[in-house]
């Protein structure tokens, strides 16, 4: 038996080799290498608790070899991609990015290599609430107070992006209401140019608004009448009052405002006055009427009467 397999051993090996190498031509012939390209999602592993990831890329170009009877077997999620970021702290990063390829395949390259990765703890602060109210209401009403339910909110997200925060707003239209009225609201986030911050949570997301409307405040301009006492001294007469300003504009109540001519001044006595002087006199104002300014001066010219009648000689 031993003899059988040394006879002829030369040619014996030789066939061996000529047999091995025509079947590797014929695999090569009917099974080549070939190349392929799999763009494949970058995934995370070990992301820290309570922080927020994102990076710059999304995907990755990977081109591999294989026998060409193994990509009938293989489809793009049987490929993987992904960052480690066991042991990454807060800030950005610039990662390698690590390959998992099916049993049989050759990476022969992958672009891109390195991924930026930014790591951003979540984190939350509190800002108030701030309503803006747009339109005019119905039947000369106005909007007399507003009630709202929370004045101030918790919001949360990244750090870097909760910075930018000032405040949380509420867009609430009155145009053609004539009633009380509640709405709830929904809120966003703003900066300190009031444009809209994504990316972070409000909590909560709404608030309830009560609106009180009241009449409307009618505006009139008037005539102001100095008030003057009988209370002049002896021997002096009044030659002319003047008061500055002579009309003023006034706003309030309506139905106040309607029957309203002019607006007297406070008592003006004379008890003292022997020449012509002015003084600074408050107005007498109505409940429910608004002036821009209370005080008014008031000129007064006085003469004797000693004079008065030398003027009526002369003339």
Avoid at 73 to 98: C, K
Avoid at 152 to 172: F, H, Q
Wanted: with cysteine; net charge negative.
């Amino acid at each position: 038996m031993i003899s059988f397999f040394r006879k002829n051993l030369p040619e014996k090996c030789l066939a061996l080799i000529v047999a091995i190498g025509c079947w590797i031509f014929v695999m090569n012939d009917q099974n080549p290498q070939i190349e392929n390209t799999y763009t494949v999602p970058i995934g995370i592993v070990n992301a820290p608790e309570g922080y927020q990831i994102s990076k710059d890329v999304e995907e990755v170009k990977l081109k591999v070899r294989a026998p060409r009877s193994l990509f009938s077997n293989v489809e793009t999620s049987s490929f993987r991609a992904y960052v480690d970021l066991n042991g990454v702290e807060n800030g950005i990063h610039d990662l390698q990015i690590q390959t998992v390829l099916p049993s049989g395949f050759e990476l022969i390259s992958a672009g891109p290599t390195k991924v930026s990765i930014n790591v951003d703890k979540i984190e939350q602060k509190e800002v108030p609430v701030r309503l803006n109210l747009s339109g005019i209401p119905g039947d000369g009403k106005v909007v007399a107070s507003v009630e709202q339910s929370l004045q101030n909110i918790t919001i949360e997200g990244p750090v870097s992006i909760l910075n930018k925060v000032t405040a949380a707003v509420g867009y609430i239209g009155v145009n053609g209401n004539n009633e009380n009225f509640s709405v709830t609201v929904p809120l966003i986030a703003v900066n300190d140019k009031d444009k809209e911050v994504e990316g972070v949570k409000l909590l909560p997301k709404t608030v309830d608004v009560s609106i009180i409307l009241a009449k409307g405040l009618n505006k009139k301009i008037i005539d102001i009448k100095p008030t003057l006492m009988s209370d002049l001294p002896m021997g002096y007469i009044l030659k002319s009052v003047k008061v500055e300003p002579e009309k003023i504009e006034v706003s309030g109540n309506p139905d106040i405002i309607g029957n309203m001519t002019y607006l007297s001044t406070e008592n003006i006595s004379l008890a003292n006055v022997t020449k012509s002087t002015k003084q600074t006199v408050n107005l007498i104002v109505p409940e429910d009427i608004n002036v821009p300014n209370q005080e008014v001066t008031v000129w007064i010219e006085i003469e004797t009467k000693e004079n008065k009648t030398d003027n009526k000689t002369n003339k």
